[in-house]
């Protein structure tokens, strides 16, 4: 499989990843406000698109380590399912709008319908994530005409841009066998990346009634069902975050669990810091792996309420820069 293509650019100061984790906090709480008192926010418009400028800035720091982190804080989020789950979406679509080569316009599109897709539900979504039983009727035709719901208020809160209406009104139903994306026209092509994405991080993301699925698992899910195996938009995706993206946990064969630092060069084959032992016991200090590069290899993706252990985020992320720094194996 083939790899991304390494940066040039020299890896950040090590001092710039003390506050990267308040960063990303920060980020969420403000995007949090944004969507559950959207109409009591001063010039929303803009504070979206400060939203994207945000997010572009910390992605731009390291990518690897931005996925670390988002994927580390969507499941133990605090401000709300709907705010960590729309960060999640808005970080993948910046991350992969490059390798689908979308035209500069639309990827900063893509980026803002992300963030706001769900507004239309935002506080029945933070409840349906803490909820045990099946949806009612009321709230499942609530999900229904949540997209057009959305669309209808981000008009009410100032938004004129129509693609960005458009892609967030159609970012739900997926075509059956679709086109390649450079001939979908913009608003299809934008809503079948987002829907695709959304359905990925929503898999992956725990809620009351159910555990969240290993990244692994949701893929083989996204790639498995009918023409989608074929669809560019899910082997991107693949390719570009790896078949177990950097903040998801695995099993490895020794026995050990560890958690993903980094991509590599190939897709099943990142960085793992070990930090759990074969007999079920934390470790002191993590244990390094190159997961592609002999034993041990991994066995299993993990879903996060499999592993029963904190990690120290700022710790993990300057053990992946420590190692990346040493490396010429890792994608910058």
Not at 195 to 206: E, G
Not at 255 to 270: K, M
Request: with cysteine; aromatic share 4%.
């Amino acid at each position: 499989m083939s790899a991304l293509p390494r940066s040039s650019a020299a890896q950040p100061p090590d001092s710039e990843y003390e506050d990267l984790l308040g960063q990303w906090l920060d980020l969420e709480a403000f995007a949090s406000t944004l969507l559950a008192r959207p109409a009591s926010v001063q010039g929303f418009v803009p504070k979206v698109r400060q939203c994207e400028l945000w997010l572009a800035d910390l992605v731009a720091h390291d990518v690897d380590a931005a996925l670390y982190l988002m994927f580390q804080l969507a499941a133990t989020s605090a401000v709300g399912y709907s705010a960590a789950h729309a960060l999640v979406c808005a970080a993948l679509c910046h991350v992969l709008a490059p390798q689908l080569q979308l035209p500069a316009p639309e990827r900063s599109t893509l980026v803002r319908a992300a963030f706001t897709m769900n507004i239309g539900m935002t506080a029945l979504q933070d409840a349906l994530a803490l909820q045990h039983e099946p949806l009612s009727a009321e709230q499942q035709q609530a999900v229904e005409q949540h997209a057009q719901r959305g669309r209808d208020l981000l008009q009410t809160l100032g938004v004129r841009e129509a693609l960005w209406l458009d892609v967030v009104a159609d970012h739900h139903p997926l075509p059956v066998d679709p086109p390649p994306l450079a001939r979908q026209a913009p608003a299809a092509r934008l809503a079948r990346v987002l829907s695709t994405i959304d359905r990925y991080a929503a898999m992956i993301s725990p809620r009351k009634s159910r555990a969240g699925r290993s990244a692994t698992d949701s893929v083989r899910t996204l790639l498995g069902q009918g023409q989608q195996q074929r669809d560019e938009v899910g082997l991107t995706l693949t390719r570009t975050v790896g078949l177990c993206p950097p903040g998801t946990f695995v099993r490895l064969d020794n026995g050990e669990i560890g958690a993903v630092l980094r991509r590599g060069l190939q897709a099943d084959s990142p960085l793992v810091a070990s930090v759990v032992d074969a007999r079920g016991t934390p470790l002191a200090a993590p244990r390094l792996y190159h997961a592609g590069r002999g034993a041990p290899r991994i066995q299993s993706a993990l879903a996060r309420s499999a592993v029963a252990l904190d990690l120290n985020h700022r710790v993990m992320v300057r053990l992946g820069l420590f190692a990346a720094q040493r490396s010429i194996t890792l994608r910058g």
